[in-house]
């Protein structure tokens, strides 16, 4: 039993494992695709290519040169062979066989030398055949995918531009959103400065303010109040200049007292317009009764 829980738990700890390491790679790999930027990718295989095609050229290089180094040999060995056979032919004519001998021998073992370096100069020169159009063929590839890297690259910027573009004409890009919520700062600040200055010039045009200022708040029943004295008063000085041109009017005119009697009579049904008489103190005690303001009548004013 304890040898089966073991398992059990070594067999969910690897399940876990597997899992972490699952997620681990898929968020790297989601980090690398938006790092990765194909131009650079692209870049990147064709410096390599051009690498290798480098060194298969190098390869060419030093094959041509170790064929180059062979047949340099194998004439070095034929000369040395046709000396040979000179000096053979040479010690026969001088009666010395065992010389030609000699040099026959000699000439047999370079021949043989040679015979060696031909086949291995053959074999170089296939080698750097096969080199040689290998290179060609790569420098061909190299050549196409550079064209085709540079198509991919301009295709890539355009579709990029575009994208940014349309971005910024449907405003979903990460800076338009920032200048679109600053604009909607800004207009709701504005709104807001203009809902206040509104509000004082309500406040001004009531008197609110000018009574928070002075220091002393009033209600608007001492408002209402404060105008009926002020009308009072307006009242008051009207009747005082009435009685002071009243007064006045019969040294003026005298011998007119019956056109000055009716002119200073109020008009008759007009109870709105009627104005108190002058008080007592202001009425020279030489006014006849007749120049006199006539008493309003019962259910007259």
Same mark, same amino acid.
């Given at each position: 039993?304890?040898?089966?829980?073991?398992?059990?738990?070594?067999?969910?700890?690897?399940?876990?494992?597997?899992?972490?390491?699952?997620?681990?790679?898929?968020?790297?790999?989601?980090?690398?695709?938006?790092?990765?930027?194909?131009?650079?990718?692209?870049?990147?295989?064709?410096?390599?290519?051009?690498?290798?095609?480098?060194?298969?050229?190098?390869?060419?290089?030093?094959?041509?040169?170790?064929?180059?180094?062979?047949?340099?040999?194998?004439?070095?060995?034929?000369?040395?062979?046709?000396?040979?056979?000179?000096?053979?032919?040479?010690?026969?004519?001088?009666?010395?066989?065992?010389?030609?001998?000699?040099?026959?021998?000699?000439?047999?073992?370079?021949?043989?030398?040679?015979?060696?370096?031909?086949?291995?100069?053959?074999?170089?020169?296939?080698?750097?055949?096969?080199?040689?159009?290998?290179?060609?063929?790569?420098?061909?590839?190299?050549?196409?995918?550079?064209?085709?890297?540079?198509?991919?690259?301009?295709?890539?910027?355009?579709?990029?531009?575009?994208?940014?573009?349309?971005?910024?004409?449907?405003?979903?890009?990460?800076?338009?959103?920032?200048?679109?919520?600053?604009?909607?700062?800004?207009?709701?600040?504005?709104?807001?400065?203009? /809902?206040?200055?509104? /509000?004082?010039?309500?406040?001004?045009?009531?008197?609110?303010?000018?009574? /928070?200022?002075?220091?002393?708040?009033?209600?608007?029943?001492?408002?209402?109040?404060?105008?009926?004295?002020?009308?009072?008063?307006?009242?008051?000085?009207?009747?005082?200049?009435?009685?002071?041109?009243?007064?006045?009017?019969?040294?003026?005119?005298?011998?007119?007292?019956?056109?000055?009697?009716?002119?200073?009579? /109020?008009?008759?049904?007009?109870?709105?317009?009627?104005?108190?008489?002058?008080?007592?103190?202001?009425?020279?005690?030489?006014?006849?009764?007749?120049?006199?303001?006539?008493?309003?009548?019962?259910?007259?004013?």
């Amino acid at each position: 039993m304890a040898a089966k829980k073991l398992m059990k738990g070594t067999a969910a700890r690897m399940g876990v494992m597997k899992r972490v390491s699952l997620v681990f790679k898929a968020k790297a790999n989601r980090a690398l695709d938006k790092m990765e930027d194909p131009r650079e990718t692209l870049d990147y295989s064709y410096q390599r290519q051009l690498e290798l095609l480098t060194k298969v050229r190098r390869g060419v290089a030093d094959v041509a040169t170790s064929r180059k180094r062979v047949e340099l040999q194998m004439n070095q060995l034929q000369q040395q062979a046709n000396k040979l056979e000179d000096q053979a032919r040479k010690a026969l004519g001088m009666g010395r066989e065992d010389l030609a001998r000699a040099a026959l021998e000699r000439k047999a073992s370079a021949q043989s030398q040679l015979n060696d370096l031909q086949a291995q100069y053959a074999q170089l020169q296939a080698e750097e055949e096969k080199l040689t159009v290998a290179s060609q063929r790569l420098q061909s590839k190299v050549d196409a995918f550079r064209t085709r890297k540079e198509t991919i690259k301009a295709t890539y910027t355009a579709a990029e531009a575009q994208t940014r573009i349309n971005e910024a004409f449907s405003g979903i890009s990460e800076e338009m959103g920032d200048v679109g919520m600053a604009i909607q700062r800004a207009e709701d600040k504005t709104a807001q400065m203009q /809902a206040r200055a509104g /509000a004082i010039d309500e406040l001004m045009a009531s008197g609110a303010l000018d009574d /928070a200022v002075g220091g002393s708040r009033r209600d608007d029943i001492q408002s209402e109040l404060d105008m009926m004295s002020a009308g009072s008063d307006v009242e008051s000085e009207l009747s005082r200049l009435k009685g002071e041109i009243t007064s006045g009017a019969p040294k003026q005119l005298e011998g007119g007292a019956n056109g000055n009697s009716q002119a200073a009579q /109020a008009p008759q049904g007009q109870g709105t317009q009627y104005a108190p008489p002058p008080p007592a103190q202001t009425q020279p005690a030489s006014i006849p009764a007749s120049d006199r303001p006539a008493e309003p009548q019962d259910g007259e004013g």
